[in-house]
Nanobody, 134 residues
Framework: EVQLVESGGGTVQAGGSLRLSCKAS????????MGWYRQNPGDECELGEL??????????YYADSVKGRFAISRDNAEETVYLQMESLKPEDTAGYYC?????????????????????????WGQGTQVTVSS
């Protein structure tokens, strides 16, 4: 059974930093692409925003909204992926979810890219809340 367990969320003031961790188990981590989404209750799309991904080869992706402020990394020995978040803004407030694509799928960026539900193409963690106060 694939399990993704996030930690590291919290409340910080604008300009502050946080590091999120996602401990994975039950999957071949070293060959798995890993990523982070963020969601807010009012989001029209259940998927939320794809924030960042890191492939098994170490290639990274960042949403424009976080480029230059967030950094994703992975520790294959610890089977953990990290998201270092700097210069946080109030608009970064969200639930942050670790995810990895199910076999046969890749990361989905937009809800409109597929008719499937997020649970159909990703394994998900339970999420960790990040709140940035102004």
């Amino acid at each position: 059974e694939v399990q993704l367990v996030e930690s590291g969320g919290g409340t910080v003031q604008a300009g502050g930093s946080l590091r999120l961790s996602c401990k994975a188990s039950g999957l071949p981590f070293i060959t798995s692409d890993m990523g982070w989404y963020r969601q807010n209750p009012g989001d029209e799309c259940e998927l939320g925003e794809l924030v960042s991904t890191i492939s098994s080869d170490g290639d990274t992706y960042y949403a424009d909204s976080v480029k230059g402020r967030f950094a994703i990394s992975r520790d294959n020995a610890e089977e953990t992926v990290y998201l270092q978040m700097e210069s946080l803004k109030p608009e970064d407030t969200a639930g942050y979810y670790c995810a990895t694509p199910r076999p046969g799928f890749g990361f989905v960026t937009y809800c409109s890219d597929t008719d499937l539900q997020p649970r159909d193409y990703n394994y998900w963690g339970q999420g960790t809340q990040v709140t940035v106060s102004s």
